[in-house]
């Protein structure tokens, strides 16, 4: 029995902020900053969020497979926050006269509006990529890949019942990687439709998930050198991408598989090394909102002229941080409390 008491509030909080510094050191210019986000891109967090879902949402359907359960948890999970990110968005976009109100009644802005309320929020329209970056929220795009996860977790598991479950997550795991470097042999040169269908889907991160599942699948197995162990899997991590100058990629090549892998590992051992660390969040987890407001503080900022100053990686954290905690204290916890009612 895998034990309710972890670190994964955690480390989802430490994989948001790792997305948002490094985020906003890239795209406001601040310099001085090479060796700092050298280390920090060693911990990739959308890798060890992919990581930890693979963990968490096969635990979530192992324990219960009712599947209006587990479709409604996932909803309320995701979609809340994103409505309200959306409409955050479409305020800042009017403000900054990006558009005018009677644009949202375009055909282009409609079209828009339905992809960012459903699930196809990487659609960005010409018409929007004179702000900031050049996507309202580019950081969206990974979850439309995380939607994907919750619809084929389920599916992997029910079909095909008289093939084992360890040789279904192989051969995925296997296909994963194979577009993964498929991908990978691509860069440098124009991007093809398949390319670009593929960079949108699960299948190129698909084993960064699947490892995850692997892990609770064989947990009764592996617990013994995972659990209490993450200094001595951190320090082995670290010293690998040390010797041979490497650091995770969302689409690894040769030594960068293993580098991955180990940041998986890693992730899931800090879940259960001291795992008592997450208590003083009181089940608070501010870390989704995080991740889908960030690049619309990054944009305003930019959109205002706020670049090359360290003031202003201060000023997006405690801004994010305190979006953030409103959108979990009055929209997302709500949301989750509601599981119960609809069921």
Not at 5 to 24: G, K, S, W, Y
Not at 77 to 93: D, K
Not at 251 to 279: E, G
Not at 288 to 303: E, P, R, T
Request: aromatic fraction near 18%.
């Amino acid at each position: 029995m895998i034990s309710r008491e972890n670190n994964f509030d955690l480390l989802r909080l430490f994989a948001a902020v790792q997305v948002l510094i490094l985020h906003t050191i890239h795209h406001l210019e601040i310099n001085n900053f090479n060796k700092f986000t050298n280390i920090l891109s060693q911990f990739s967090g959308v890798l060890m969020f992919f990581t930890i879902s693979g963990f968490l949402i096969f635990s979530s359907f192992d324990r219960n497979k009712e599947l209006n359960k587990y479709f409604i948890n996932r909803f309320l999970r995701l979609f809340p926050a994103l409505w309200l990110c959306f409409i955050i968005t479409l305020g800042l976009l009017l403000f900054f006269n990006l558009i005018a109100f009677n644009d949202i009644f375009s055909w282009t802005i409609i079209k828009w509006i339905f992809t960012q309320v459903t699930v196809f929020q990487f659609w960005t329209p010409d018409i929007l990529r004179s702000w900031g970056v050049g996507t309202p929220n580019g950081s969206l795009w990974t979850i439309p890949v995380e939607l994907q996860f919750y619809i084929f977790l389920p599916l992997i598991i029910l079909l095909f019942k008289k093939i084992k479950l360890v040789y279904k997550f192989l051969f995925f795991i296997i296909f994963s990687l194979a577009c993964s470097f498929y991908i990978s042999s691509k860069q440098g040169v124009p991007e093809t439709l398949v390319i670009k269908l593929l960079g949108i889907s699960i299948v190129p991160y698909l084993y960064c998930f699947l490892t995850g599942s692997m892990m609770y699948l064989f947990w009764d197995k592996i617990k013994k050198i995972i659990e209490g162990k993450a200094l001595y899997w951190l320090l082995f991590y670290i010293i690998f991408n040390l010797i041979f100058d490497i650091k995770p990629s969302y689409t690894p090549v040769n030594l960068q598989l293993i580098s991955n892998l180990l940041l998986s590992i890693v992730t899931i051992s800090l879940a259960y090394t001291l795992p008592k660390l997450s208590l003083f969040l009181k089940g608070n987890d501010i870390s989704y909102g995080m991740y889908i407001y960030h690049m619309l503080v990054i944009n305003s900022l930019i959109s205002f002229g706020y670049l090359g100053d360290v003031k202003y990686l201060f000023l997006t954290i405690i801004i994010t941080i305190a979006i953030s905690s409103l959108s979990w204290f009055l929209i997302e916890k709500k949301a989750l409390q509601l599981k119960n009612k609809f069921l």
